[in-house]
């Protein structure tokens, strides 16, 4: 797995990349710093980066020259993707080894094509057959597995999906990223979080991502499909931004390949058909979740059973039955025809010890004299 990283998005060293060791370091001008800056403005020894409980933290306790870390002064914050951390004239964004963090590069990523969704549809024509073949039969059988994901969750399609970047366009990494909503200040875009990553074995960039903030801002501003000429771990490489509708959550199919190789228009309608199957089956898992949810909450309240009611007396009514249920005692309900009596017998019996066997209501009223005792509590032949 790649180390984290600390990236300079505004500064004197924009665009440089420093590795972290998992045990930390220091963030200063000096040689022994694991993040050496030129800016003069920066301590020899600013802050550091150190183990905290399992987790990486920013340690910035007493010294004169302040730390910022998404825009407020710390002396020690436990470090999440994409945090900004500010020293001197410097900005850093902070990148784990296994997340997703938008960074502002030190040149524009150049786009190689944009592709709005009328589009795409057009591009059916494009040269390929083969490959064109290959899409098909992929996008095919993700549809099969989404008939079935899509009841496991949100988190289980997304999964399908990233994994379907690999086995539909080739792809080395594919990513679903949600970006939540802009801060109320509006100079600062919301955290990128991945939902769901897949890579091939033997990536050297692992599940690590440095997402470029303008290809964000265009890609979910614009509602188009782009190939991006991007750089990482390992060199160059050809990545596909597409718009990613969950909802009313704003979110990115990314995937990328090793290489300069471009991507094809090909490649670009058939992220864009997996972009519309995926979003249509995440909506689809959101709404079975808000109601399965929504049916636990009703269960938990009303007892799993068929008395509805919020009023006072149904209240009461209530009460009683979670409090005679679990005794031995007999219970006598009455009350005119139509009622509820049999109703509440029922709710007993659901929360009594006895809920695995048999409920059995009898109409003693339809009972001859001479059957109801035999009915109700049996007889021996002869």
Request: hydrophobic fraction near 45%; proline fraction near 5%; charge should be negative.
């Amino acid at each position: 797995m790649p180390p984290a990283r600390l990236i300079v998005i505004d500064g004197p060293d924009l665009g440089r990349e420093f590795d972290i060791p998992a045990r930390g370091g220091g963030i200063g001008r000096g040689d022994d710093n694991a993040a050496q800056l030129s800016d003069p403005a920066v301590s020899r020894s600013h802050c550091s980066l150190e183990q905290r409980d399992g987790a990486l933290c920013l340690v910035d306790e007493g010294s004169r020259n302040k730390t910022l870390v998404n825009g407020q002064l710390v002396a020690v914050h436990r470090l999440e993707a994409g945090d900004e951390i500010v020293v001197g004239h410097t900005r850093l964004t902070f990148l784990p080894a296994d997340g997703v963090a938008m960074t502002r590069p030190a040149a524009p990523a150049r786009v190689t094509m944009e592709v709005g969704t009328r589009e795409l549809m057009s591009l059916a024509g494009a040269p390929g057959e083969a490959r064109a073949r290959r899409h098909l039969a992929s996008l095919a059988a993700l549809g099969e597995r989404l008939r079935s994901e899509i009841a496991r969750g949100r988190d289980a399609v997304a999964r399908a999906t990233a994994e379907a970047c690999l086995a539909v366009l080739g792809a080395d990494r594919g990513f679903v990223i949600v970006r939540e909503a802009a801060r109320e200040t509006g100079r600062e875009t919301g955290r990128a979080t991945p939902i769901a990553t897949a890579v091939v074995p033997g990536d050297p960039a692992g599940s690590s991502l440095a997402l470029p903030r303008d290809i964000v801002d265009k890609v979910l501003g614009h509602g188009k499909a782009m190939a991006v000429e991007a750089s990482g771990s390992g060199g160059a490489r050809a990545a596909l931004a597409v718009p990613l509708a969950i909802g009313d959550d704003v979110a990115i199919l990314w995937a990328e390949r090793r290489g300069a190789t471009p991507w094809e228009s090909l490649d670009m309608m058939a992220a864009g058909c997996l972009a519309q199957i995926a979003g249509a089956a995440l909506a689809a898992a959101d709404a079975q979740g808000v109601l399965v949810r929504g049916q636990a909450a009703l269960e938990e309240r009303l007892g799993d059973g068929e008395l509805i009611g919020r009023s006072p007396a149904a209240l009461q009514l209530l009460d009683l039955v979670s409090r005679v249920a679990p005794t031995d005692a007999t219970v006598l309900l009455g009350g005119e025809s139509g009622s509820g009596k049999e109703m509440v017998s029922r709710a007993i019996h659901r929360a009594s010890r006895r809920a695995q066997g048999p409920c059995v209501a009898v109409n003693c009223a339809a009972l001859t004299e001479t059957l109801i005792e035999s009915e109700l509590f049996g007889h021996e032949k002869g």
